[in-house]
């Protein structure tokens, strides 16, 4: 009787059998319904959160750049600043003989030593315009107005813009490790311990002699190009000298060597001045320094040609 209780009691309330397969097995029961998945964006809200993802990162790197650019531009900008006050400071008869020696070694390190490469890029260039330039005219039959062509390319625009490319991978960016590595070093800070002001005593310098270089390599830099150019035209088209020369003196004027000797000290002080401030501002040890160094190539490059492009309106657009 005890047994029968207690077998009742253990029983469950609902004795109907529970679902089967038809392989034996219980079925699966199907999870509950996820509330969650009902707010999730669907249609148009979907679409311009997909949109807004996408346009996230342009959008980050777009801000990084421009924070970057104006970063730069101030430092540069009070860069520009203590140099002029320096510059003036340097006027005065005690300092000028220190000064004036300290650009003088830096020429010579900076432009002395850049004057192979710069001939032999300059040299390339004007074989190159010549050898594209003189089949098409051939066609007309006035191969001889190449000599018209290469005087107003070559010392209006590439004579300056070649040195300038050159100058930049050549003592720009060997300026900005070489104050790189001293702010790494320590040794700025000594400087200023010693009572000598870095701005007078190393960046001074460097702009003063990166704007005398560019000028005289600009100067060089159209003398072997227009060389180089008559050469292969002699050489290659049988072109007489005495004509080259004539048709290029009828073609050019000095408002020409003009423009490109001045556009090349403008290139001079781009170099100079970014090549300086990116040295200065070094941070992170040996990997800061390649940073600046890569930085200091890239953005001489892209100011230079956005002035080249400047002028250039002003010359010819507004014929200044």
């Given at each position: 009787?005890?047994?029968?209780?207690?077998?009742?009691?253990?029983?469950?309330?609902?004795?109907?059998?529970?679902?089967?397969?038809p392989?034996?097995?219980?079925?699966?029961?199907?999870?509950?319904?996820?509330?969650?998945?009902?707010?999730?964006?669907?249609?148009?809200a979907?679409?311009?959160?997909?949109?807004?993802?996408?346009?996230?990162?342009?959008?980050?790197?777009?801000?990084?750049w421009?924070?970057?650019a104006?970063?730069?531009?101030?430092?540069?900008?009070?860069?520009?600043?203590d140099?002029a006050?320096?510059?003036a400071?340097s006027?005065n008869?005690?300092h000028?003989?220190?000064?004036?020696?300290?650009?003088?070694?830096?020429?010579?390190?900076?432009?002395?030593?850049?004057?192979?490469?710069?001939?032999?890029?300059s040299?390339?260039?004007?074989?190159?315009?010549?050898?594209q330039?003189?089949?098409?005219?051939?066609?007309?039959?006035?191969?001889?107005?190449?000599?018209?062509?290469?005087?107003?390319?070559?010392?209006?625009?590439?004579?300056?813009?070649?040195?300038?490319i050159?100058?930049?991978?050549?003592?720009?960016?060997?300026?900005?490790?070489?104050?790189?590595?001293?702010v790494v070093?320590?040794?700025?800070?000594?400087?200023?311990?010693?009572?000598?002001?870095?701005?007078?005593?190393?960046v001074?310098?460097?702009?003063?002699?990166?704007v005398?270089?560019?000028?005289?390599?600009?100067?060089?830099s159209?003398?072997?190009?227009?060389?180089?150019?008559?050469?292969?035209?002699?050489?290659?088209?049988?072109?007489?000298?005495?004509?080259?020369?004539?048709?290029?003196?009828?073609?050019?004027?000095?408002?020409?060597?003009?423009?490109?000797?001045?556009?090349g000290?403008?290139?001079?002080?781009?170099?100079?001045?970014?090549?300086?401030?990116?040295?200065?501002?070094?941070?992170?040890?040996?990997?800061?320094?390649?940073?600046?160094?890569?930085?200091?190539v890239?953005?001489?490059?892209?100011?230079?040609?956005?002035?080249?492009?400047?002028?250039?309106?002003?010359?010819?657009?507004?014929?200044?």
């Amino acid at each position: 009787m005890l047994l029968r209780s207690a077998h009742l009691v253990s029983a469950p309330a609902n004795n109907s059998p529970a679902p089967q397969t038809p392989s034996g097995q219980p079925p699966l029961v199907s999870p509950e319904h996820d509330d969650s998945s009902e707010q999730q964006p669907t249609g148009l809200a979907a679409a311009v959160a997909a949109s807004l993802a996408a346009l996230t990162g342009p959008l980050a790197f777009l801000t990084q750049w421009l924070t970057a650019a104006m970063v730069q531009a101030g430092a540069v900008g009070l860069l520009i600043a203590d140099l002029a006050r320096w510059l003036a400071r340097s006027v005065n008869p005690k300092h000028r003989k220190a000064t004036i020696s300290a650009v003088l070694i830096q020429v010579v390190r900076v432009g002395v030593r850049s004057t192979f490469i710069v001939c032999l890029v300059s040299g390339c260039v004007g074989f190159i315009l010549v050898l594209q330039m003189v089949p098409p005219l051939d066609e007309f039959g006035r191969k001889d107005l190449v000599a018209n062509i290469l005087g107003v390319a070559v010392l209006r625009e590439l004579g300056p813009l070649i040195a300038a490319i050159v100058l930049t991978g050549f003592a720009g960016a060997s300026i900005a490790a070489e104050l790189g590595t001293m702010v790494v070093g320590e040794e700025i800070e000594a400087l200023e311990a010693s009572a000598i002001h870095p701005i007078r005593f190393l960046v001074l310098p460097r702009v003063a002699a990166t704007v005398l270089a560019m000028l005289v390599l600009a100067v060089l830099s159209d003398v072997v190009s227009i060389g180089s150019g008559l050469l292969a035209a002699w050489g290659q088209f049988q072109v007489p000298p005495s004509l080259f020369m004539e048709n290029l003196l009828a073609q050019t004027k000095l408002l020409d060597f003009y423009t490109g000797v001045a556009k090349g000290g403008v290139f001079g002080l781009i170099i100079g001045l970014i090549a300086c401030s990116n040295g200065l501002r070094v941070t992170g040890g040996a990997a800061g320094v390649g940073r600046a160094t890569t930085s200091t190539v890239v953005q001489s490059v892209v100011c230079i040609v956005i002035a080249d492009l400047i002028f250039t309106y002003l010359f010819v657009v507004w014929r200044l």
